[in-house]
């Protein structure tokens, strides 16, 4: 895993007497397990204000910030964060044999202010993840363009959660890295006068139940579950971030009921 280092310092101006104040957040973690930090928005810069502490981002879950522990029991340090929103997260990070939890999420509320929720994020999310990353593929509906090739190769129930198992094929020497993925449902067939509707389901990228990947390109995204009507299909659309690459799964109805529950 790779260090993170870099961060630079940010500087706000404030009339006389103000001031602002900004809640520091708890992490632990350990040497066997990855601590994941989940944030709304893709993550700009961070700084792990020690080396006891290991982390990295993934260059393509730009909003997932992965932590380990370097050493054990070693003196507690914090970690800073800024994320594309311009919003500034501060962390005290600490050594636990079993942490207090393994999945940390932030999204925003009404006020667009960050609020944690773990409630449907836990230990045995991160079970269920492992366990569908190695799944046989079952499903095999794909996309290409510009030398990029998406693939849909399972859809999987677990506890009223859907999970998708996506896998991302570059055949280009350009790196492709997704600003974010976002799944909708569209009409089947649109009338030459009608305008096409469209319903977004989740901004996946901003504001993930959970997601996670393997070395091998493969990611699970969970959603809460649901289905479509048959009138309608569902649309996986990842954008390049800095790029104008833009590659989209279309999944009729049928397809997602094709689910496997997973015990």
């Known amino acids: 895993m790779k260090r993170l280092s870099g961060f630079c310092i940010l ?22 397990k990855t601590t994941n ?6 993550i700009e810069k961070a700084d792990i204000g020690s080396s006891d502490v290991i982390g990295h981002k993934d260059a393509i879950l730009e909003n997932v910030l992965f932590l380990k522990a370097g050493k054990k029991e070693f003196i507690p340090t914090n970690l800073s964060v800024y994320t594309s929103d311009g919003k500034f997260y501060s962390f005290i990070v600490r050594y636990k044999e079993e942490p207090d939890t393994l999945n940390l999420s932030f999204i925003m509320n ?6 944690v ?21 079952f499903l095999h509906r794909k996309s290409k363009t510009q030398e990029l090739k998406s693939i849909l190769n399972g859809i999987y129930l677990k506890d009223h959660m859907l999970w998708f198992r996506v896998k991302i ?15 909708s449902s569209k009409d089947i067939k649109v009338g030459k006068r009608t305008a096409i509707q469209e319903d977004q389901l989740l901004v996946a990228w901003e504001r993930p139940i959970y997601i996670t990947g393997d070395s091998q390109g493969s990611s699970v995204f969970a959603l809460r579950e649901f289905t479509i009507s048959k009138q309608k299909k569902l649309i ?5 971030k800095n790029g104008g690459r833009t590659i989209a799964l279309e999944i009729p109805s049928r397809v997602l009921l094709k689910a496997r529950r997973v015990q």
């Not at 929720?117 to 593929?137: G, N, R, W, Y």
């Not at 094929?169 to 799944?183: C, D, G, L």
Request: proline share 7%; net charge negative; glycine share 0%.
């Open 169 to 183: 094929k570059n055949r280009s020497s350009i790196a492709y890295r997704p600003e974010f993925v976002r799944f």
């Open 11 to 32: 500087l706000f101006y404030f009339s006389t007497n103000a001031q602002i104040s900004i809640p520091s957040y708890s992490v632990s973690v350990t040497l066997q």
């Open 117 to 137: 929720v773990d409630s449907f994020i836990d230990a045995q999310m991160d079970t269920d993840a492992i366990h569908i990353l190695v799944l046989p593929s």
């Open 236 to 240: 996986i659309q990842m954008d390049e």
């Open 110 to 115: 009404l006020k667009n202010e960050p609020v």
């Open 37 to 42: 930090i989940i944030f709304p928005y893709r």
